[in-house]
């Protein structure tokens, strides 16, 4: 069975710019969960969505928004990007909401200049 | 609220030496306890886990045991090869509290030299 997998890889932008990030989860697995990796904060978390339904979020600005889709795959976008945004976002997928076991993605480094 | 910690790295070893990562936990629920590693460059995999007190979770010659009296989850091995080199996360889930989102520390980089 296929992995997580994120697109694109990599990612430069620039201050104010906003991007989109792309994650599909493993077949059958309806959570996908959204996680910023920085070498001072460590991995903290963004935000959950099961079934189309944002169900839990983390303590993150508004610019940070995501969705996702009838077939789960999920989106988070980031608007008017800032320098601190720079990170390795990674998505993580469950069955459902309440299995504990999360499996991640590759992730995806953004880089804001 | 929930919290992990991990002992701070990085940690050489030599090959074959064993291994210890401490993690302790503080949770007021009854949570899942995890272990991910991460390679250079790549996204974080599921390493063991242990569900409820006195689980022994296993994986690739790695152990941990939930403790709940010692709150704690340490990570383990008895002869470490360089293959094994990477950071290593202790993590929670507590489905009550956080609805499952995952707590992590901060993370033990492992250098293993030949």
């Known amino acids: 069975k296929a992995g997580v997998t994120q697109t694109p890889r990599y990612l430069i932008k620039t201050r104010g710019q906003q991007v989109t990030l792309s994650c599909s989860p493993i077949s059958g697995h309806r959570s996908v969960s959204w996680y910023q990796q920085t070498p001072g904060q460590g991995l903290q978390f963004l935000f959950e969505y099961f079934s189309e339904t944002q169900r839990n979020k983390g303590n993150f600005p508004g610019r940070f928004s995501g969705r996702q889709f009838s077939n789960s795959r999920s989106e988070m976008n980031v608007s008017t990007l800032e320098l601190g945004d720079s990170a390795l976002y990674l998505c993580?997928?469950?069955?459902?909401?309440?299995?504990?076991?999360?499996?991640f993605g590759p992730g995806t480094r953004l880089t804001v200049l | 609220g929930d919290s992990v910690t991990q002992m701070e790295g990085p940690v050489t070893l030599s090959e074959e030496a064993c291994l210890t990562i401490?993690?302790?936990?503080?949770?007021?629920?009854?949570?899942?306890l995890f272990w991910y590693v991460q390679y250079p460059g790549e996204g974080l995999q599921l390493l063991l886990k242990a569900t409820k007190a006195d689980d022994k979770g296993s994986n690739k010659g790695f152990e941990a045991t939930y403790r709940k009296e010692t709150t704690s989850f340490h990570l383990e091995k008895g002869s470490v090869q360089v293959s094994d080199s990477a950071v290593y996360f202790c993590?929670?889930?507590?489905?009550?509290?956080?609805?499952?989102?995952?707590?992590f520390g901060k993370g033990t980089k492992l250098s293993v030299k030949p």
């Open positions: 993580a997928s469950r069955t459902t909401e309440s299995t504990d076991t999360q499996y």
């Open positions: 401490n993690c302790t936990y503080t949770a007021t629920g009854y949570p899942s």
């Open positions: 993590a929670l889930s507590d489905q009550g509290r956080s609805q499952g989102n995952l707590i």
